[in-house]
């Protein structure tokens, strides 16, 4: 099993709809992040928790809302799903201490019409 | 803060032949530094990591990068490209205090025979 899961691996909704993206980890790290992909555009970061009682904004956090429901767990919602938030949405987490590496799950690809 | 440019969108090499994917970043003091490689429908590898010691670093797959402070740069080569090595390619600086990875716009790579 992967140490980084996320759910739902693809997903296709329409305006206006609540989605969740959900993250969960076997890696027993403190920190979790959740990264947006568009091509050429590489990465950037919306949010990130270094633990269970942290939250911080990421550089494109605007249009979305986590939430750190254990440690080994970090949910993504788009309250009113809009078509630019069409994208791949990655988690990945980190260890306290260490150089940062971040270990990724395989991504959610979420479509919005 | 820390930034990461990836001066190539996207590169065609042949079959055979050697690599430089070229990264430059800013950051003020020494920065942890990072490729990772996306192959298509994937999530992302580390595929080797600089903070210290040996400016040459060795990863996975035959790839190697060196840090050049003078030139801020933390370019990835290959001797010899293989067809899998087709992927997307990403560099990304982080700093001591796991303040959370930033990346580089990402370079296309594209083999052929």
Known sequence: DADVTQTPRNRITKTGKRIML???????????????????????????????????KGEISDGYSVSRQAQAKFSLSLESAIP???????????????????????GSRLTVL | AQSVTQPDIHITVSEGASLELRCNYSYGATPYLFWYVQSPGQGLQLLLKYFSGDTLVQGIKGFEAEFKRSQS????????VHWS????????????GNTPLVFGKG??????A
């Open chain 1, 22 to 56: 959900e993250c969960s980890q076997t890696k027993g790290h403190d920190r979790m992040y959740w990264y947006r992909q568009d091509p050429g555009l590489g990465l950037r970061l919306i949010y990130y928790s270094f633990d269970v009682k942290d939250i911080n």
């Open chain 1, 84 to 106: 630019n938030q069409t994208a791949l949405y990655f988690c990945a987490t980190s260890d306290f201490g260490t150089t940062g590496e971040l270990f990724f799950g395989e």
């Open chain 2, 85 to 96: 090595d087709a992927a997307e390619y990403f560099c990304a600086v982080g700093a001591k």
């Open chain 2, 107 to 112: 370079t296309r790579l594209s083999v052929i």
């Open chain 2, 73 to 80: 740069s933390f370019n990835l080569r290959k001797p010899s």
